[in-house]
């Protein structure tokens, strides 16, 4: 257990927390070893992954962890980009960068949750107008009427 282990451990988990949950990683216990703390910086993402979610990543050795983080890390980022991961009424945005380094914004969710307030209600018919002619014996004159 040396701390360059645990240094980048405690990196990736960062990086990870940061990408997703935007904030940093959680702080490791004293006298933690790196395996156990990977694994438990691991929890919150691993439900995110078909393969990893009913796995006990604690008491796994650092090889198997890394195996699972990058398999973990690229299911949570596949589910955080479908629009399953978003709550019905709210929009979330998802940036990514292009070759170039350029910044992309783009909004996965639901679009009423941003463009309702600009919409027209339905129009829905409630009735017929029937309209009666004034004298129904006087036929119809065609042309103008002054």
């Known amino acids: 257990m040396s701390s360059n282990e645990m240094q980048r451990a405690q990196i990736a988990a960062d990086e990870m927390n940061q ?12 006298g933690e070893t790196p395996a156990a703390y990977v694994a438990r910086a691991l929890e919150p993402f ?4 078909d393969r990893w979610k009913n796995v006990k990543l604690a008491g796994q050795t650092l090889d198997v ?11 949570t980022a596949a589910y955080s980009a479908s629009p399953a991961s978003v ?5 979330r945005e998802v940036i990514s960068t292009d070759r170039t380094g350029r910044r992309i914004s783009n909004f996965i969710g639901d679009r009423n949750a941003c463009w309702a307030e600009f ?7 409630t009735g017929w107008n029937r309209i009666e002619p004034r004298h129904p014996a006087e036929p119809s004159r065609g042309g103008r009427s002054r």
């Open 19 to 30: 990408e997703f949950l935007g904030v940093g990683g959680p702080r490791p216990f004293a």
């Open 87 to 91: 709550p019905r009424g709210t929009l």
């Open 46 to 49: 691993q439900r995110h992954s």
């Open 119 to 125: 919409t027209n209600p339905p129009l829905r018919i």
């Open 65 to 75: 962890l890394s195996i699972a983080q990058a398999q973990i890390r690229a299911d």
